[in-house]
């Protein structure tokens, strides 16, 4: 009924740039918080940045400066603008939301099926 599609990632050069794009759909009454987490290979899936319903924001200190998270309410879409790109934030990259579903009126956790990031020349 509610699920998160992931899109923008592949293949960059160190320095350039990607933009990762979430959209949620289905029976939507409500999202709140919103955020992206990667997983490097053979390694653990981290919190990269996250935003409040009211745009508060949080960014892992890794990525601070590089990236921006931001929302677009009306489309319930969740961006990630990617500068400066190393090697090291080459990941898989998952959307997460919090999202209350119109079929329950009850608040639930999702997540995105991930987009890989390559960084490399």
């Known amino acids: 009924q509610v699920q998160l599609v992931e899109s923008g990632g592949g293949l960059v050069q160190p320095g350039g740039s990607l933009r990762l794009s979430c959209a949620a759909s289905?029976?939507?009454?409500?999202?709140?918080?919103m955020g992206w987490y990667r997983q490097a290979p053979g390694k653990g899936r981290d919190r990269v940045a996250t935003?409040?319903?009211?745009?508060?924001?949080y960014y892992a200190n890794s990525v601070k400066g590089r990236f921006t998270i931001s929302r677009d309410n009306a489309k319930n879409t969740v961006y990630l603008q990617m500068n400066s790109l190393k090697p090291e934030d080459t990941a898989v990259y998952y959307c997460?939301?919090?999202?209350?579903?119109?079929?329950?009126?009850?608040?639930?956790?999702?997540w995105g099926q991930g987009t890989q990031v390559i960084v490399s020349s």
């Open positions: 289905g029976s939507i009454f409500r999202i709140g918080a």
């Open positions: 997460n939301a919090n999202i209350v579903t119109s079929a329950t009126m009850s608040q639930y956790n999702f």
């Open positions: 935003i409040t319903s009211s745009s508060s924001t």
